[in-house]
């Protein structure tokens, strides 16, 4: 893998990745310097970038505040198109949410975060406003908590030690050790049960995602407001058809 000290490593476009990441959060039309504050590039640097975005149509202007066109979602769309199983998941989860009347979601790990890329709100209002895209915490959903889990123990090493595991509310779990007798929990029964921890009106419980190889590629949820399930009524209400739509998603996969 190429690092920014490698002769393969291209300065120019790993700060033309910067400048759109910093187009994509808070206000959606940003200035010239907004944008080289948000980057800490040189804003000679940031309105070159901005005009070769300009130019290729990832990006407009109305002369002084610059934004990102319709045309940046190829970016993300080209990334949901490359997983083997997300146009699979859909439907399953569909069928999940119809089913469960709660929230059903899918997520990936992205170093210390999860990464919804399929979310099928009820029509319940939860806490917080979460969509493709959303990123969290792994160490205070259950999603997270999953994927934390079917991590190889090298790996796994490496993330309790680097992990900056902060408290969302009073009860997240914050110390590695404590996760990691958590996450071994999680292995032994297949599931993983987080009630507010990332929020104290949200719980949720999840399952993995596997492929071919039985490697948890992804992670599948239900998450509801707190006091609605406690742990044993949400296991009997809902893990069977979780278990059941990582199977259909992981049966839909090629190879």
């Given at each position: 893998?190429?690092t920014?000290e490698?002769?393969?490593?291209?300065?120019?476009?790993?700060?033309?990745?910067?400048?759109?990441?910093?187009m994509?959060?808070g206000?959606?039309?940003?200035?010239?310097a907004?944008i080289?504050?948000?980057?800490?590039?040189?804003?000679?640097?940031v309105?070159?970038?901005?005009?070769?975005?300009?130019?290729?149509?990832?990006?407009q202007?109305?002369?002084?505040?610059f934004a990102?066109?319709?045309?940046?979602?190829?970016?993300?769309?080209?990334y949901?198109d490359?997983?083997p199983?997300w146009?699979?998941?859909?439907?399953?989860?569909?069928?999940?949410r119809?089913?469960?009347?709660?929230s059903?979601?899918m997520?990936?790990?992205?170093?210390?975060?999860?990464v919804?890329?399929?979310?099928?709100?009820?029509r319940?209002?939860?806490?917080?406003?979460?969509?493709v895209?959303?990123?969290?915490?792994?160490?205070v959903?259950?999603?997270?908590?999953?994927?934390?889990?079917?991590?190889?123990?090298?790996?796994?090493?490496?993330?309790?030690?680097v992990?900056?595991?902060?408290?969302?509310?009073?009860?997240?779990?914050?110390k590695?050790g404590?996760?990691?007798?958590?996450l071994e929990i999680?292995?032994?029964q297949g599931?993983?049960?987080?009630?507010g921890?990332?929020?104290?009106?949200?719980?949720?419980?999840a399952?993995?995602v596997r492929?071919?190889?039985s490697?948890?590629?992804a992670?599948?949820?239900v998450s509801?407001?707190?006091?609605?399930?406690?742990?044993?009524?949400?296991?009997?209400?809902?893990l069977v058809p979780?278990r059941?739509?990582?199977?259909?998603?992981?049966?839909?996969m090629?190879?």
């Amino acid at each position: 893998m190429a690092t920014p000290e490698s002769e393969d490593f291209v300065r120019a476009f790993a700060r033309g990745l910067e400048v759109i990441e910093a187009m994509g959060a808070g206000a959606p039309r940003k200035t010239i310097a907004q944008i080289a504050e948000a980057t800490k590039l040189p804003r000679s640097v940031v309105r070159r970038l901005l005009m070769t975005l300009c130019a290729q149509r990832y990006a407009q202007s109305d002369g002084r505040l610059f934004a990102l066109t319709p045309r940046a979602l190829k970016l993300g769309l080209s990334y949901l198109d490359s997983l083997p199983f997300w146009r699979y998941a859909q439907p399953a989860l569909e069928d999940l949410r119809s089913g469960a009347q709660e929230s059903c979601s899918m997520a990936v790990l992205d170093g210390e975060e999860i990464v919804y890329v399929l979310r099928i709100p009820s029509r319940r209002i939860l806490a917080m406003n979460l969509s493709v895209g959303s990123r969290l915490p792994a160490h205070v959903v259950s999603l997270g908590r999953v994927l934390l889990a079917h991590l190889d123990k090298q790996a796994l090493r490496r993330y309790l030690e680097v992990a900056e595991l902060e408290p969302r509310t009073p009860r997240s779990i914050t110390k590695p050790g404590a996760l990691k007798g958590a996450l071994e929990i999680v292995q032994r029964q297949g599931y993983a049960w987080v009630d507010g921890e990332l929020d104290p009106a949200i719980c949720g419980i999840a399952v993995p995602v596997r492929d071919a190889a039985s490697a948890a590629v992804a992670a599948i949820s239900v998450s509801f407001t707190s006091g609605t399930y406690d742990e044993a009524a949400a296991k009997r209400k809902f893990l069977v058809p979780l278990r059941q739509a990582a199977e259909r998603i992981r049966s839909a996969m090629p190879g």
